[in-house]
């Protein structure tokens, strides 16, 4: 059997889905990061295989761009928690409710 | 040596083809950015300095932005087809551009004014906040600008990562952490849908660029548009997030609650007109096309914002809170023009966000300044008496708040009229008919706050006295930047209320256009 580009756009829903799925379940903190990750190199995926289905090289471009905003976003991401987790022992998500209305 | 013998085994390579670069479009942005940049380096040598200094250089610096503007204004509404595109077709060079760009670059300096108060008051270091802010607003300009989904996601983040970081900058208060976190969390998770938007897009039209993608879907029927209608949906949830449009708020109570009050005021002005410049840029230009399918969609989150915002707000106690919330029915309203998808409906949206810029950093500013040490004292209580702790205060509020409810008279009431007009003109009655009661609900909301402020009996100094500083006699201190900053934006909402002519000439001027660049700009350019 061939594996064409639409095999990689289907596993990359999937784990478009499964970071989305993850970052509204989990509640640490560092595992919502990570599902981010999963979230948008699950689009790199996407963009690669389009790519090639296109023969285009933009695809394949455009996920330059995307690794150095993900890469700047962890940065911050883990300096917030960092600067969260030094006031209180232990940082889940759901410790973070003194903002409700 | 190894090099030069690397370099000397290297046979002759062909020059790249770079595209060429029209520096001055790119000079609103280039004094932004690299005016921070700068800022940032002198910052970590000269530590001695007072933070007063970075605040002025940091509203200087937007102010010159919004300068430079001028002359390319002058060159895009010269002749009528001036408008047109550099740095091969990804950065376009139109009217619309560079109005938001001014929209933003004012902000920040309004910002930074407001900015330096807080920093001294909360005793918080210099001069990374105006750094992030001008940061911030950089990538905001490259959103005005873009003309690549590519730019514009690079854009988007910039904006966001710099707000991510200014939403906590109140190092040592929890609140600010916590709305921090977040935003970023939320942040991140719409940036995400946005990006598999375009790849969505990319894989249904094979570009990135809108100028292409409007030319292939002008000459080519797709016998199968899933893949392009899931990419306007995932754009559409992106971009609803980053202007805090129902469902996608949920963020914005509470962001704009912990965050600290200069830097909410730049969240609703400038992130606000960024977010809006790139749903009108992709969908109301290059999806025109499409706007059978998009429209609709644009229609019920305009409903749900303007209903979910002004009456959740009736209920709030935190004037912050309301004001986020209050923040979220403009954000319907300024909907409402999007959906009418025309030239006037553009307009009409150029001149909201241009007018309420200033009206809510005028209110955020005075927030700002009444809050008191740690910026905590927002009840509706802490508001009780207002007008005799500080006259000006209370009066400035009630300015803002009659122009955001859209009394005559002020430059709110134009603006409602404008997006409420182009709605009835593109036939969306029904839209047109909630603006309405949207409006009179909030209304009865910000009447309810300036009555607090005049009327309400500051009942006992005891409760309040915690605090020390929100005793009923103690009359409170504006900072001189502040007030600049608040005194500037009631005189543009009194000004232009009584004769919005200019901003709406301006506004009508502010074409969106997308024009690729032709061979003549291309000899300019090189």
């Known amino acids: 059997m061939e594996i064409t580009a639409n095999w990689y756009l289907i596993l990359s829903a999937a784990l478009f889905s499964i970071g989305a799925i993850g970052l509204l379940i989990r509640r640490n903190p560092l595992v919502m990061f990570m599902c981010v990750e999963l979230m948008l190199n699950a689009v790199n995926l996407s963009f690669v295989a389009f790519g090639d289905r296109l023969g285009d090289i933009a695809g394949q471009v455009s996920v330059f761009f995307v690794l150095v905003v993900a890469a700047a976003e962890v940065v911050v991401g883990l300096a917030l928690v960092v600067a969260i987790s030094r006031r209180r022992a232990t940082t889940t998500a759901d410790d973070l409710s003194v903002l409700r209305g | 040596m190894i090099i030069q013998t690397l370099l000397a085994q290297q046979a002759p390579v062909e020059a790249i083809d770079t595209p060429a670069i029209d520096w001055a479009i790119l000079a609103p942005l280039l004094i932004m950015s690299v005016g921070g940049i700068l800022m940032l380096t002198f910052a970590s040598i000269l530590k001695t300095l007072s933070s007063s200094v970075w605040s002025i250089a940091a509203t200087m610096i937007s102010l010159a932005t919004a300068i430079t503007v001028i002359p390319l204004w002058m060159r895009v509404t010269d002749t009528e087809n001036s408008a047109t595109s550099t740095l091969a077709n990804a950065v376009a060079f139109d009217g619309f551009s560079l109005f938001l760009t001014v929209v933003i670059a004012l902000s920040v300096a309004l910002s930074a004014m407001l900015a330096d108060g807080y920093l001294k008051r909360e005793g918080l270091e210099g001069p990374e906040l105006y750094v992030l802010l001008m940061m911030s607003a950089a990538g905001g300009i490259i959103m005005a600008f873009a003309n690549d989904l590519i730019v514009l996601f690079i854009g988007l983040e910039i904006l966001s990562i710099a707000v991510y970081v200014l939403a906590a900058m109140h190092t040592r208060k929890l609140e600010s952490q916590e709305a921090g976190i977040k935003y970023f969390v939320l942040g991140a998770f719409s940036s995400a849908f946005f990006l598999y938007g375009i790849a969505m897009i990319y894989g249904a039209t094979g570009s990135t660029n809108l100028i292409d993608i409007k030319n292939f879907l002008a000459a080519t029927v797709l016998d199968d548009d899933a893949l392009l209608l899931a990419g306007f949906a995932l754009m559409l949830v992106g971009l609803a997030f980053k202007v805090a449009a129902v469902p996608f708020h949920f963020w914005t109570p509470d962001v704009y609650q912990g965050a600290p009050s200069p830097v909410v005021a730049y969240m609703a002005s400038a992130v606000k007109a960024a977010g809006f410049a790139a749903i009108i840029r992709v969908f109301v230009l290059t999806f025109e096309q499409y706007r059978t399918d998009w429209q609709p969609v644009v229609y019920v989150l305009a409903i749900l914002s303007l209903l ?86 209370a009066f400035a509020l009630m300015i803002f708040l009659f122009s955001q409810a859209g009394i005559p008279l002020t430059t709110g009431f134009f603006a409602k009229f404008g997006v409420i007009s182009a709605a009835i003109d593109a036939r969306s009655f029904w839209l047109a008919v909630v603006a309405m009661i949207s409006a009179v609900v909030g209304a009865y909301l910000y009447l309810r706050v300036i009555v607090t402020m005049f009327f309400a009996e500051d009942d006992d100094s005891e409760e309040d006295g915690a605090d020390g500083e929100a005793t009923t006699a103690e009359p409170i201190d504006i900072p001189l930047g502040a007030g600049i900053a608040i005194a500037v934006c009631v005189l543009v909402t009194v000004v232009f209320g009584v004769w919005p002519g200019p901003i709406d000439d301006l506004a009508r001027e502010a074409i969106p256009r997308l024009v690729a660049e032709s061979a003549a700009v291309l000899q300019i350019g090189n």
């Open chain 2, 308 to 393: 979910v915002g002004s009456f959740l707000a009736i209920v709030q106690t935190d004037v912050k809170r309301m004001l986020a919330y209050s923040s979220i029915s403009h954000a319907g309203f300024i909907l409402v023009g999007v959906q009418a998808a025309t030239e006037r409906g553009v307009a009409a949206v150029l001149f909201y966000l241009a007018v309420y810029s200033f009206m809510v950093i005028g209110s955020f500013g005075v927030l700002t300044v009444a809050g008191g040490t740690g910026d905590n004292a927002h009840s509706l209580d802490d508001y009780k008496g207002l007008s005799k702790r500080s006259p000006l205060l």
